[in-house]
């Protein structure tokens, strides 16, 4: 009897079925009411008391042994079907990883760099922490500038000298100190300013600033630049007007308005019925950002711009609110790769 037990042990033992039906005939060949282990135990309750005890113990272990293996195999065969491990369809799709797309921001920058390319501008970037000097003095703003208030600028409080630079025209500092006229770039970057977030303004931002040094530059030649820009920008039929303002760094310093191509310049709730739409802010170099840098302002000229992205593509998609850019909503965002 013990052999038989031993015998069974091994087949149980060595049993590896490929199919659930394979499963099922060995339970029935070995638990089943003629089973081998059926018939062992009818034998068994022949046994005189003192074999029972000794075969007992073996008996029973090889009954759970034979229910545990038949579970566990059941068990590894269902979930090898769950996980197509059995039978793979391959001619089955496969499921569509999704693929990002280019932030909005990120294309109308390159865009706007595009455009200045094509007239020849190089491209310049700087840090976005800065010391005073690049972002103010050298820029010739008064040391009693609201800009330099703590309202307006984010500070780093161990050093007041260090800032967030507030606009992109503190690369145009580092470009003059360290390269010779003519100077032809732009400077795409984030600001930072310290305003309370709404639809129309932000504490993170970007701007395009441009730059043109050379013998004799003239507002004729800014005036040009920037219509080409537009044109391109926003359409062929596009006009533009400059508006006199105030720069510390221009003299003089303009406004420049596009017409709105929503309305086509007839006035709507977008240009808020004027038929014109604020783009940037321009100017001549003052003589004496040209001197702080170390460029000779009696033979040199320049103009420069800035413009702020989100408000270039807002205009130029119709986007009421700013904070749609840094929300990241992917329904959102998605609108414009087919733009481009
Ligand atoms: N830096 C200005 C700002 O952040 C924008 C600007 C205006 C840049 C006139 C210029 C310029 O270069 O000439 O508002």
């Known amino acids: 009897m013990q052999n038989k037990i031993n015998d069974l042990l091994k087949k149980v033992g060595e049993f590896s079925p490929a199919t659930m039906a394979e499963i099922e ?8 009411k003629k089973g081998e282990l059926t018939a062992l135990f009818e034998e068994f309750k022949t046994l005189s008391g003192e074999q029972k005890k000794e075969l007992g113990k073996s008996i029973n272990e090889l009954k759970n042994k034979a229910l545990n293996k038949i579970n566990e195999l059941k068990e590894m065969l269902d979930k090898g079907s769950d996980d197509a491990c059995g039978e793979i369809d391959m001619s089955r799709p ?5 693929i990002g797309t ?6 109308v920058k390159n865009e ?3 455009i200045f390319s094509r007239l020849g501008f190089t491209t310049a970037e700087g840090p976005e922490v800065e010391d005073d000097w690049h972002v103010f003095s050298a820029l010739n703003f008064p040391p009693e500038h609201p800009a330099r208030d703590m309202q307006d600028t984010f500070f780093i409080e161990r050093n007041p000298d260090i800032l967030l630079r507030t606009h992109t025209s503190s690369i145009q ?4 100190q360290n390269s ?4 032809r770039v732009v400077c795409p970057g984030r600001v930072f300013r310290n305003e309370a977030i709404s639809y129309r303004a932000h504490c993170i931002f970007h701007q395009v600033e441009g730059l043109y040094i050379d013998e004799k530059v003239s507002f ?3 005036k040009q630049t920037i219509l080409y820009f537009a044109k391109e ?7 533009i007007r400059m508006r006199p303002s105030y720069f510390p760094f221009t003299e003089p310093s303009a406004e420049v308005d596009v017409s709105c191509n929503l309305c086509g310049g007839k006035g709507c709730n977008v240009c808020k019925g004027t038929g014109w739409l604020e783009i940037m802010g321009c100017g001549m170099v003052d003589p004496n950002v040209l001197e702080a840098c170390g460029i000779d302002s009696k033979k040199y000229s320049g103009f420069a711009f800035g413009m702020g992205v989100e408000r270039i593509a807002m205009l130029k998609y119709g986007v009421k609110d700013l904070r749609l850019y840094f929300e990241n909503d992917i329904r959102f965002l998605k609108q414009f790769e087919a733009i481009y």
Not at 102 to 107: F, G, Q
């Open 233 to 239: 920008m926003f359409g062929e039929e596009t006009a």
């Open 25 to 32: 005939d060995f339970r029935i060949k070995i638990l089943g």
């Open 173 to 176: 500092v580092r470009v003059m």
């Open 220 to 222: 004729t030649d800014l």
């Open 180 to 183: 010779r006229p003519p100077i």
């Open 94 to 98: 496969a499921t569509e990883s999704a």
């Open 112 to 114: 706007i760099v595009g």
């Open 102 to 107: 280019r932030h909005p921001i990120s294309l």
